[in-house]
């Protein structure tokens, strides 16, 4: 049968507009959806991509994502205004702070605990004092049966091998977390190496981008040691060291003992907290912030912004233990939530 062109033109528009009937409100739901990038700190990256993934199911027309870059990355793109919100395992600065153009509100969203991690096969369970751990990032104690290590590990099958330490190769919170606990315990630590998120090492240690990077590096190679954030050293199964604090047990990160040992922690009102060396608990432990604009560039993203910030200190905190996190307390989560919608504009 003939099928002339005009007939032919008219079935196809009228498809198209059957099409746009049916799936217009689909495509405008897309369109409006509102975008919201984040990129910074690798520490929380499991637990932030749990947050988007749950916050998406009741917020549809938000689209949230999150790339881990490192805490010194995340900084300085907040301060270049390239992402919508940041985060960082190490609080800005002041100075930091006075270089955002639209003004920034720090946001705790996690307290977690840094693992040490190490790779000898036959030493299960290696205990490292406060004496040690500094001399082995500082590249002072060189040997893995060094008479200090083997003195805490007695009957311990110690290798006479090298120790390999393996660091961050970005600008990291965690490195900050780590070494603001190491120049706590240790004044030759400070002196030498110091507090950073990209600190000079000594010596030529072994590098890993982000977290995720330090466990691949430890995982390859037998006598290495590193640091990651606990939840890496879980899912990567890698050997965690039990760490002397400061009443002298020597403990693995859990999270009932960084509960400890942040539970002593004041949430100021500039929300800055620096985690040297608690009284009780597992000793390496801090704080993850995002970095969020008080100002944004229209209602739709400030709106959007502060949807997210809320829910992650409300609903948001019910994930954290799951993932191996310390929850925000009630009552600073509440503040800081205040502090975003009443701060935040358009």
Avoid: C
């Avoid at 091998?161 to 965690?174: E, F, N, Q």
């Avoid at 409300?314 to 310390?326: E, F, H, P, R, T």
């Amino acid at each position: 049968m003939a099928f002339s062109a005009t007939a032919f033109r008219r079935a196809v528009t009228a498809s198209a507009v059957t099409a746009a009937i049916a799936f217009g409100p689909l495509l405008t739901a897309i369109a409006q959806a509102v975008p919201l990038t984040g990129a910074g700190a690798t520490f929380p990256v499991p637990l932030y991509e749990r947050y988007i993934a749950e916050f998406k199911k009741s917020n549809p027309d938000i689209e949230v994502s999150y790339q881990g870059v490192g805490s010194g990355a995340g900084i300085r793109q907040v301060i270049a205004g390239t992402i919508d919100f940041g985060g960082s395992d190490a609080a800005m600065t002041d100075e930091d702070m006075a270089k955002v153009k639209n003004g920034v509100i720090l946001v705790p969203t996690a307290g977690g605990a840094v693992a040490v991690v190490y790779n000898l096969p036959f030493v299960p369970n290696l205990k490292v004092s406060r004496e040690v751990l500094p001399d082995i990032f500082a590249g002072k104690i060189k040997k893995w049966n060094d008479p200090k290590i083997a003195k805490d590990n007695p009957g311990a099958k110690l290798p006479d091998s090298d120790i390999k330490p393996v660091v961050r190769a970005d600008g990291s919170g965690t490195t900050f977390i780590f070494t603001n606990h190491l120049s706590a315990i240790s004044s030759t630590f400070k002196s030498d190496i110091g507090v950073g998120t990209a600190p000079k090492w000594s010596g030529n240690p072994l590098k890993g981008k982000g977290n995720s990077g330090v466990a691949k590096e430890v995982s390859n190679a037998q006598g290495t040691i590193g640091y990651v954030e606990y939840a890496y050293a879980k899912q990567n199964k890698l050997q965690t060291a039990l760490i002397e604090n400061k009443k002298g047990q020597f403990l693995p990160p859990s999270i009932r003992d960084t509960n400890k040992a942040l539970s002593t922690v004041v949430i100021p009102e500039n929300n800055r907290v620096f985690v040297g060396d608690p009284d009780d608990g597992y000793p390496i432990a801090g704080l993850t912030w995002l970095m969020v604009y008080k100002q944004y560039d229209s209602p739709e993203k400030a709106a959007a912004i502060k949807k997210f910030v809320s829910w992650i200190l409300n609903d948001g905190q019910n994930i954290n233990a799951s993932l191996d996190y310390v929850r925000i307390p009630a009552k600073d989560a509440k503040r800081v939530a205040d502090a975003v919608n009443s701060g935040v504009t358009p």
